[in-house]
């Protein structure tokens, strides 16, 4: 399998941090934007999507920081996070997705998805 190159989006988010920190490392809040459905046990998460479902391994996860996951049918040195940034002087919220695709197309690809996948976080929180 060819590696995969990492990429990063930036999104600002109108939200209180804890509103939206919740949103992105919980099984309840992922559940509203991210997947139909989330499950959690121990470190693993448990997406499911229009009767599908996928694995993923929580790597880190740090309060008001952010989180990293790990698809488990995915390389291993492959991951998605989600990272919270608070600018120092305007105190305005960032959502900073990095992401892993095989090549330009998949990158696109992953970029569409993604900014759907954060206009829902976005009505999700009312934002």
């Given amino acids: 399998m060819a590696s995969k190159n ?3 989006i930036e999104f600002p988010i109108r939200s209180s941090l804890r509103i939206l920190y919740n949103q992105i ?3 309840d809040g992922l559940s509203e934007w991210f997947a139909d459905n989330v499950n959690l046990s121990g470190k693993m998460y448990t997406f499911f999507w229009d009767g599908d479902e996928q694995e993923a ?3 880190s996860k740090k309060n008001n920081q952010g989180v990293k996951f790990r698809w488990l049918d995915e390389p291993a ?3 998605f996070e989600l990272k ?3 600018d120092d002087i ?3 919220i960032s959502l900073i997705v990095t992401d892993f695709a095989e090549d330009e197309e998949e990158e696109e690809e992953g970029r569409l998805l993604w900014d759907k996948q954060i206009e ?3 009505q999700s929180i009312g934002s």
């Fill in 6 to 8: 990492k990429f990063e």
């Fill in 90 to 92: 305007t105190q305005d």
């Fill in 77 to 79: 040195d492959t991951y």
């Fill in 57 to 59: 391994e929580l790597l």
């Fill in 25 to 27: 490392s919980s099984p």
């Fill in 120 to 122: 829902k976080l976005r």
């Fill in 84 to 86: 919270l940034e608070v």
